[in-house]
């Protein structure tokens, strides 16, 4: 079992849906999650982190985070054709180690 | 890019030779990362440092060795490039390690071993 296990995808929403991302994790002691955006030969750029149980919003995106079931989720609210892209989610056990998952492709049809 | 540069941004060598990356930050952040990044694994941790001339191993670090004598510069060395080391490179740096470890990544090198 992966420790951090995605959808490859794709995703595919149409424009102004909201689009759903989730992600399990296999370790329990995994203290802080992360959310990556990763256009097409591009860099993975940090768009989202969360601590705590429960829902954290920033502008169109809201994490989810479910500790007792070991799931993280991302929703984009009036998704736009510019989300297209993979989302990476990451999840640190303690100190240096971040495991990435493989990503999950989203793509939003104008 | 969060004043993170490395160079160079495209490589392409042969099985053998060694291959020295570049990873330059201007953000004075403690902890610096290498990762590579190939279909189907997600990112994955090659070496860690945690200041001036203190490194350790990630999860795939056979084959690579690391050096990093100033705060701003993180080197990755594939002593004896092979094709399975055929892959993009980035390199990463935060601030803080443990739960509010956030990373902010260069630009990637893309490296080719024929």
Redesign the interface.
Known sequence: QKE?EQN?GPLSVPEGAIASLNCTYSDRVS??F?WYRQYSG?????IM?I?SNGDKEDGRFTAQLNKASQYVSLLIRDSQPSDSATY?C?V?T?????I????TRLFVKA | DAGITQSPRHKVTETGTPVTLRCHQTENHRYMYWYRQDPGHGLRLIHYSYGVKDTDKGEVSDGYSVSRSKTEDFLLTLESATSSQTSVYFCAISEETGTYNEQFFGPGTRLTVL
């Not at chain 1, 303690?94 to 971040?98: A, N, P, R």
């Open positions: 951090v490859s203290q802080s992360f591009k860099s993975p750029e940090l982190s601590y990476l990451a640190n303690g100190g240096f180690k971040t990435f998952g493989a990503g």
